[in-house]
């Protein structure tokens, strides 16, 4: 993909024949952890009832695609093993699926779960490692025919200091490990990674200068959803940053980026309703001038 248009309708093909529009109307995705530890909603959602409850909520108040983690990203926290992140979620992942039509994305980096899940149903993989943690994810992806999310991350190497750069550096290594797995280019939206190994300063100037990663060629989600640095802006708690992660959907919306990872998706549905109707509105005004 060459001089990517944000606002232009595109398809993101996802597993089991599905596929969502992008561009044309903000996609809200429902964080929904399954883990112990996570960091502002740890052990609310680690029981199968009220896993699939909270996932249907989120569906009802407009997520388009909820996304099941069983492992916390979190700095510091426990590790897991692979069994231990399946049990947690594989049953979760079917029983969504038995009763409801949302999209499912499984958060995770680990190939032998990415594919147990969307054999159990999932339609998306987010891979918070960008295809550099476990080679053979790229594999999974393609036979699979998931929809992929592909994120950067500062962790567990040297960065750049020019926040903007080092997100060319990692993602484009990104990029050749996805051509080389033969993974569709329409499978593929990338994510900056607000958050992993990025201080305040930095996480403000990758949302400042979002637009400048359209250059790489496609569509963007954002997660700054309850991220620390909302905190060091605002001094509130985690589970008090729900407006702040909305004022930050608003602003990457208009900064291009198509798909919003969130734990509150009523505040963030509202929020970015407005911000469509507005970009539309210049848009339509823009089209009107040039005939």
Same mark, same amino acid.
């Given at each position: 993909?060459?001089?990517?248009?944000?606002?232009? @309708?595109?398809?993101?093909?996802?597993?089991?024949?599905?596929?969502?529009?992008?561009?044309?109307?903000?996609?809200?995705?429902?964080?929904?952890? &399954?883990?112990?530890?996570?960091?502002? =909603?740890?052990?609310?959602?680690?029981?199968?009832?009220?896993?699939?409850?909270?996932?249907?909520?989120? !569906?009802?108040?407009?997520?388009?695609?909820?996304?099941?983690?069983?492992?916390?990203?979190?700095?510091?926290?426990?590790? @897991?093993? +692979?069994?231990?992140?399946?049990?947690?979620?594989?049953?979760?992942?079917?029983?969504?699926?038995?009763?409801?039509?949302?999209?499912?994305?499984?958060?995770? !980096?680990? +190939?032998?779960?990415?594919?147990?899940?969307?054999?159990?149903?999932?339609?998306?993989?987010?891979? @918070?490692?960008?295809?550099?943690?476990?080679?053979?994810?790229?594999?999974?992806? !393609?036979?699979?025919?998931?929809?992929? @999310?592909?994120?950067?991350?500062?962790?567990?190497?040297?960065?750049?200091?020019?926040?903007?750069?080092?997100?060319? =550096?990692?993602?484009?290594?990104?990029?050749?490990?996805?051509?080389?797995?033969?993974?569709?280019?329409?499978?593929?939206?990338?994510?900056?990674?607000?958050?992993?190994?990025?201080?305040?300063?930095?996480?403000?100037?990758?949302?400042?200068?979002?637009?400048?990663?359209?250059?790489?060629? !496609?569509?963007?989600?954002?997660?700054?959803?309850?991220?620390?640095?909302?905190?060091?802006?605002?001094?509130?708690?985690?589970?008090?940053?729900?407006?702040?992660?909305?004022?930050?959907? &608003?602003?990457?919306?208009?900064?291009?980026?198509? &798909?919003?990872?969130?734990?509150?998706?009523?505040?963030?549905?509202?929020?970015?309703?407005?911000?469509?109707? &507005?970009?539309?509105?210049?848009?339509?005004?823009?089209?009107?001038?040039?005939?």
């Amino acid at each position: 993909m060459n001089n990517f248009n944000p606002h232009t @309708v595109t398809t993101w093909k996802l597993a089991h024949g599905r596929s969502i529009q992008l561009g044309y109307k903000s996609v809200v995705m429902g964080i929904l952890n &399954v883990t112990p530890d996570s960091f502002s =909603d740890g052990g609310k959602y680690s029981l199968i009832e009220t896993a699939v409850r909270q996932g249907k909520k989120m !569906y009802r108040q407009g997520a388009a695609i909820i996304d099941i983690g069983g492992e916390s990203t979190r700095p510091g926290a426990d590790k @897991v093993t +692979a069994k231990q992140e399946q049990d947690r979620v594989l049953p979760i992942i079917e029983a969504l699926c038995d009763t409801s039509d949302c999209i499912i994305s499984i958060d995770t !980096y680990r +190939a032998s779960t990415a594919k147990l899940a969307i054999k159990a149903g999932a339609h998306i993989i987010n891979d @918070v490692w960008g295809l550099q943690k476990d080679k053979k994810l790229g594999d999974v992806i !393609y036979k699979t025919q998931a929809g992929c @999310v592909l994120m950067h991350t500062g962790r567990e190497r040297q960065r750049d200091a020019n926040a903007i750069k080092d997100q060319f =550096d990692f993602l484009n290594k990104t990029l050749e490990i996805a051509k080389a797995s033969k993974i569709d280019e329409n499978q593929i939206v990338l994510d900056p990674g607000f958050g992993f190994a990025k201080n305040t300063d930095e996480n403000i100037s990758l949302l400042a200068n979002l637009n400048e990663l359209f250059k790489l060629g !496609y569509p963007i989600l954002t997660g700054t959803s309850r991220k620390r640095f909302l905190g060091d802006l605002t001094g509130r708690t985690a589970t008090s940053r729900d407006t702040a992660t909305a004022a930050t959907s &608003v602003i990457a919306r208009l900064k291009g980026s198509a &798909v919003f990872r969130v734990h509150n998706v009523k505040e963030n549905v509202d929020a970015l309703a407005i911000t469509d109707a &507005v970009l539309h509105s210049k848009m339509t005004n823009v089209a009107n001038n040039k005939v």
